[in-house]
T-cell receptor, first 109, second 115 residues
Framework: GQQLNQSPQSMFIQEGEDVSMNCTSS?????WLWYKQDPGEGPVLLIA?????ELTSNGRLTAQFGITRKDSFLNISASIPSDVGIYFC?????????FGTGTSLTVIP | EAQVTQNPRYLITVTGKKLTVTCSQN?????MSWYRQDPGLGLRQIYY???????DKGDVPEGYKVSRKEKRNFPLILESPSPNQTSLYFC??????????????FGPGTRLTVL
């Protein structure tokens, strides 16, 4: 299957700091997606990106679809305690979805 | 309330004993999918369905079966479970319009342990 490399694996940051994580793939995707998963729950979609080069914001979150269509990044500005969780990137190829291995974010008040 | 439900939420079973995990959505979504989540591996797609009676293999279909006889239901069947199928399983659904709508709604998960 297609591999998505997501980094970093984990992050420990102070409340108020900005966060950046990224995802790279060996294959091209039609769509890049970013999800957040809270403990004991299923992933929830944060941002969807549909075109190469697209930059999209959702509140304090900003994500970009890489020009090569093989990468994407997610930025979180001014982190708050409720940002804690695991963030996953995902790529769509045809009707299939491939997920990254996740970035675990801890926000220290 | 729009939701995806899965049952059971937790299941402990033994090797070889057939089991079914049910998934149901109330949003009239065409696309439904099953994923397994394992530590360090993220979510991997097992099977997906574009509509009733249309199912396709995902990335890791071995050892699993699915069926889509009704639009709202998409059960995951393990005919002969093995310990390497111990995992956290998620069902998801999304609407299709033109191309796939990527807002997949995920269920709460089913934690399966195969002894």
């Amino acid at each position: 299957g297609q591999q998505l490399n997501q980094s970093p694996q984990s992050m420990f940051i102070q409340e108020g700091e900005d966060v950046s994580m990224n995802c790279t793939s060996s294959s091209i995707f039609n769509t890049w997606l970013w999800y957040k998963q809270d403990p004991g729950e299923g992933p929830v979609l944060l941002i969807a990106l549909y075109k190469a080069g697209e930059l999209t914001s959702n509140g304090r979150l900003t994500a970009q679809f890489g020009i090569t269509r093989k990468d994407s990044f997610l930025n979180i500005s001014a982190s708050i305690p409720s940002d804690v969780g695991i963030y996953f990137c995902a790529g769509r190829s045809g009707n299939q979805f491939y997920f990254g291995t996740g970035t675990s974010l801890t926000v220290i008040p | 309330e729009a939701q995806v439900t899965q049952n059971p939420r937790y299941l402990i079973t033994v090797t070889g004993k057939k089991l079914t995990v049910t998934c149901s959505q109330n949003m009239n979504h065409e696309y439904m999918s099953w994923y397994r989540q394992d530590p360090g591996l993220g979510l991997r797609q097992i099977y997906y369905s574009m509509n009733v009676e249309v199912t396709d293999k995902g990335d890791v279909p071995e050892g699993y079966k699915v069926s889509r006889k009704e639009k709202r239901n998409f059960p995951l069947i393990l005919e002969s479970p093995s310990p390497n199928q111990t995992s956290l399983y998620f069902c998801a659904s999304s609407k299709i319009s033109g191309i796939i709508t990527d807002t997949q709604y995920f269920g709460p998960g089913t934690r399966l342990t195969v002894l």
